[in-house]
T-cell receptor, first 112, second 115 residues
């Protein structure tokens, strides 16, 4: 079952524009993580935001978390063609929170 | 490069066969996780090992099994393969047993095609 659901499923923007992706989840969480996956390759950890944090920055990335709405957003500013990838939110689930449950992802295309 | 290695990169086999996927975690990481990524199911957690012992189990079929060896590398065994087992299989590793703030580092994956 999916814990996180990303929205939109696909997003196409011009280079230099900002890209915003949203994630909604169902159960209480300790943290939420965002990963990037280039086509058919491994996932790269981007950022982790804890449940007591509302906003976090890392370079051109800004992540927000609203636990009351069970939602998170990932903003990529000044996008580049190299940002073209799929982006997934993931939350620790299961007993002991060992496993990550991923959403279906947002496919971002940045057009040069 | 995450430091997690997986072999082979690609595997093509027939239905009914058995295959073994191998993963070497990052140096110093004690946990290994296996995930399956398919078009219809997305990314699904299969199983986790910590320091040689099974720690958590997810949506892993009975036809699949895994183990972690004393040198901490892990193998995922898939048997009686079906067409629906065609997918990308990822291994990830982390320093500790897991838990809410442990970052998992993913390998490049093994693409399995069952014909």
């Amino acid at each position: 079952s999916q814990q996180g659901e990303e929205d939109p499923q696909a997003l196409s923007i011009q280079e230099g524009e900002n890209a915003t992706m949203n994630c909604s989840y169902k159960t209480s969480i300790n943290n939420l993580q965002w990963y990037r996956q280039n086509s058919g390759r491994g996932l790269v950890h981007l950022i982790l935001i804890r449940s007591n944090e509302r906003e976090k920055h890392s370079g051109r990335l800004r992540v927000t978390l609203d636990t009351s709405k069970k939602s998170s957003s990932l903003l990529i500013t000044a996008s580049r063609a190299a940002d073209t990838a799929s982006y997934f939110c993931a939350t620790p689930t299961g007993a002991g929170s060992y496993q990550l449950t991923f959403g279906k992802g947002t496919k971002l295309s940045v057009i040069p | 490069d995450s430091g997690v290695t997986q072999t082979p990169k690609h595997l093509i086999t027939a239905t009914g066969q058995r295959v073994t996927l191998r993963c070497s975690p990052r140096s110093g990481d004690l946990s290994v996780y296996w995930y399956q990524q398919s078009l219809d199911q997305g990314l699904q957690f299969l199983i986790q090992y910590y320091n040689g012992e099974e720690r958590a189990k997810g949506n892993i079929l009975e036809r699949f099994s895994a183990q972690q060896f004393p040198d901490l590398h892990s193998e995922l065994n898939l048997s009686s393969l079906e067409l629906g087992d065609s997918a990308l299989y990822f291994c990830a590793s982390s320093v500790t047993a897991g838990g809410s703030t442990d970052t998992q580092y993913f390998g490049p994956g093994t693409r399995l095609t069952v014909l």
